[in-house]
Every structure is written in C-alpha cells, then in structure tokens.
C-alpha cells in the first residue's frame, strides 16, 4: 500500500493496516475498504466465478461463412439457474455486419429489437413475472453479413458483454454468467450451405434428404458430411436438423 502524507511525501506500507469487504464466497464486484492509522480508501476487485462445465454461461457460436455470404450467429445460455433479465451487448468484427435479430420467442417475456444494426448491438429482456429456466437454451439468433473483402483462413471476433446489474434474477439478486465469445471463420466453402445459395437454412436440410433418397438433379454444393465421420448418411442429416434447430452441435 502507498500512503502519502500531508507534506505530500509517499511511503510504501507492508503492514500495519487493516482491510475489510472482501470475500470470495460469491462471484461479483467487491469493494475493499482499507484502514491505515485513522484513514480509509477504497476499490473494486471483481471476483470471478470457478468455471466448469455447471458454470452459467452465455455463449456465441463460431461458424463458417464465405466473403459475402450471410451465417447465422446463435446466443445460448447454458446451465442457466433462472434469469428475469438479460441485457446483453454484441460488439461485432468490422468486417461483420448484423442484417437482423431473431430471439427465441417460445422463452416468453419481453423482447427489445435493436433500434439499430450497428455494432454494439443491444440485445435486451425481461420477464417481470417468472424467471426462465428453459430446456431449449437459444436465446437469439443474429443474420451476420460476411464482407465481401473478408480474407479467408482469418476469425472475425464477436464478442459479448453485460453488466451485472442487469442480469439477475425474479428476487433482483445478480445472476453471474461467464461469457464465451465467438466469431466467424472465413473459409472457401460454408459448411451445410448443400445447395449453394450462402445462406444455411431449411432447404439445405431439404436438399441434403432429397440427395440421400437419391432425387435426380439434387446435387450438393459442399460436402454433406457434415458431422465429419467419413460418410455421408442420415446422421449429417439428423446433425444438420439439430444445428437448424439451435442445439449445441458443431457442422463441418
Ligand atoms: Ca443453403
Ligand atoms: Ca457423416
């Protein structure tokens, strides 16, 4: 600790001071108090949850898309112990353009549509009479417009941020969730888009089926082995339907 003294002299202190308001009991922001011969000062330290795999989070997905193409971004949360409010703030790569904003309506409450695309983007809900403890853990999804100049082989990042006093619970009381950024991937193909048109979407579900039941003309754009085991089968189609679906599961 470094006291200054009235004849504006500094000195470094090792003990002789008390400390109060600190605990690592429960995550969140802590405001130490330090006593030192008569004076007090204080400041912030935030104290952050230990993470595993029980640890409330809010997570973006990481996708594929070609320069120009338009992916879908999808927000979930995970292990959440009940919610009454989530503000969120979505800061995308420049390269990234947000075209629209899709919440999961089915989680009830009160949705806030962006006033505008630009980045950050406010994402905001509440629920004043319930908290969510949904099964289903989309949240939103964002159509995300990949640069045409984008290079491939690059991330673009997208990242989130929250207060704390905005995530809590029906009884007001701070919910933390860790946050897991995510992003996009530049690459020359975009992973599930069977039918070629840069977007992934119903109809390559569509397409892929059509080609499994060997449908004359339903050729695939990219590869249909989109949960990589080597084959090209029903199971890309059922992995395919659940990433349509907004489950955690990663195409290839
Ligand atoms: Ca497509
Ligand atoms: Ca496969």
Redesign the pocket.
């Known amino acids: 600790m470094k006291a200054t003294y009235s004849d504006n002299s500094t000195r470094t202190i090792t003990s002789g001071f008390t400390t109060s308001g600190f605990s690592s009991d429960s995550p969140g922001t802590k405001t130490v108090t330090v006593n030192y011969q008569g004076k007090t000062a204080k400041f912030e330290v935030t104290v952050k949850a230990k993470s595993d795999s029980n640890t409330p989070k809010v997570v973006a997905t990481t996708v594929n898309g070609k320069p120009g193409s338009l992916v879908q971004v999808k927000i979930m949360l995970e292990k959440n112990p009940g919610i009454a409010s989530l503000k969120l703030l979505v800061t995308l790569d420049p390269q990234l353009t947000a075209e629209s904003v899709v919440y999961n309506e089915s989680i009830g409450g009160m949705f806030m549509q962006p006033q505008t695309m630009k980045s950050p983007l406010i994402l905001n809900w509440f629920n004043g009479a319930a908290d969510l403890k949904e099964a289903n853990p989309l949240f939103a999804t964002l159509n995300i417009r990949i640069s045409g100049s984008a290079k491939t082989g690059s991330t673009l990042p997208i990242t989130i941020s929250y207060e704390q006093n905005n995530v809590y619970n029906i009884r007001e009381e701070d919910v933390y969730l860790e946050v897991v950024n995510g992003g996009v991937k530049v690459a020359e193909y975009m992973s599930g888009d069977m039918n070629g048109d840069n977007v992934v979407d119903n109809k390559d579900l569509t397409r892929l089926f059509q080609y499994l039941s060997s449908y004359s003309g339903a050729d695939l754009a990219v590869s249909g082995?989109?949960?990589?085991?080597?084959?090209?089968?029903n199971?890309?189609l059922t992995r395919l339907f659940q990433y349509l679906s907004g489950w955690q599961v990663q195409i290839y």
């Open positions: 082995d989109v949960n990589k085991d080597g084959k090209v089968d199971k890309d």
